[in-house]
């Protein structure tokens, strides 16, 4: 089945091959060129929840701008924040990013995790000397040595469990009451996804798994993750939680997941906000 997958399908053209030609950005810096409205890492929205686009007139002079690529043939920019606070959303930007379309969350999307991390990387990591912008934004060097520093992608896999027809989800303690969501974990090196879906639920409840498969994934700029959803069946059902991790993990029947989907007052949990991969492994779970 096809998932609603939020912050996928940018429809703006990356344009790589105008990112390291500077007299070609240049000749699309006009009045043409469109600036992605920023209030530092959160979208400026209008009244209807369109993202706002203005002229680059509008751009701080001594600030640097981010190259997001074309569409209908005009250049599309983001201002990168003086600094990034780069915690998970708060709820005030959850309840204005629900009414966003999938195009302009999409979007968001790229800005998002581009400028956050040029706000984050201002110094050199070989060697501690400021960085530039450069590429139209896909690259930072070095101005004390030759290092270069490229947008970095954390990948993270987000994982369905299950045994004989049941999901093990579990709650983080900064989870809205009530709610709970599949397992998920970073990758670590010199891992590949089966063995960190593995490593990850046996560390969190306890639970050996295999047949370990994957389902969809997510770009996820809280601050630059690849969500890689996950399916897994559980060994045992006994559960021993790492409170360091979680709250609270629990199995569900598919009649009580049915429950948390359909938003029943009546469901043991709620489930996860349908702009996270998590909701739409739930849909694909009932859906087999």
Not at 51 to 61: C, I, M, N, Q, R
Not at 151 to 170: A, F, Q, S, Y
Not at 250 to 268: I, N, T
Request: glycine content about 8%; charged content about 20%; aromatic content about 8%.
């Amino acid at each position: 089945m096809k998932l609603d997958i939020a912050f996928s399908g940018c429809r703006i053209d990356r344009a790589d091959h105008l990112r390291g030609d500077p007299a070609a950005l240049g000749a699309l810096m006009t009045h043409h060129a469109r600036l992605l409205g920023m209030e530092g890492l959160d979208p400026a929205l209008t009244a209807d929840g369109e993202l706002v686009w203005t002229s680059l007139a509008e751009a701080d002079p001594d600030g640097e701008l981010v190259f997001l690529g074309v569409e209908d043939g005009r250049a599309c920019f983001a201002p990168v924040p003086v600094s990034a606070n780069v915690g998970p959303p708060n709820p005030r930007l959850w309840q204005a990013l629900a009414a966003v379309s999938s195009a302009d969350l999409a979007a968001y999307g790229v800005a998002r995790a581009l400028v956050g991390w040029h706000a984050r990387h201002r110094f050199c990591a070989q060697c501690g000397g400021a960085t530039v912008l450069t590429k139209g934004g896909w690259q930072r060097n070095c101005t004390a040595c030759p290092a270069e520093h490229f947008p970095r992608t954390d990948p993270v896999t987000i994982m369905l469990v299950e045994h004989d027809g049941n999901l093990l989800l579990g709650r983080q303690p900064r989870f809205p009451a009530g709610r709970f969501s599949a397992l998920a974990g970073f990758v670590e090196p010199g891992e590949t996804v089966e063995e960190a879906v593995a490593r990850e639920v046996l560390e969190e409840a306890g639970v050996t798994v295999h047949d370990v498969t994957y389902v969809a994934s997510q770009p996820w700029p809280f601050p630059s993750s690849l969500m890689i959803g996950c399916h897994a069946i559980a060994e045992g059902t006994a559960i021993t939680i790492d409170a360091n991790e979680l709250e609270e993990a629990r199995w569900f029947s598919r009649a009580e997941v049915e429950a948390a989907m359909a938003g029943d007052p009546e469901a043991p949990f709620i489930a996860p906000p349908v702009a996270a991969i998590a909701h739409q492994l739930l849909r694909w779970w009932l859906a087999r």
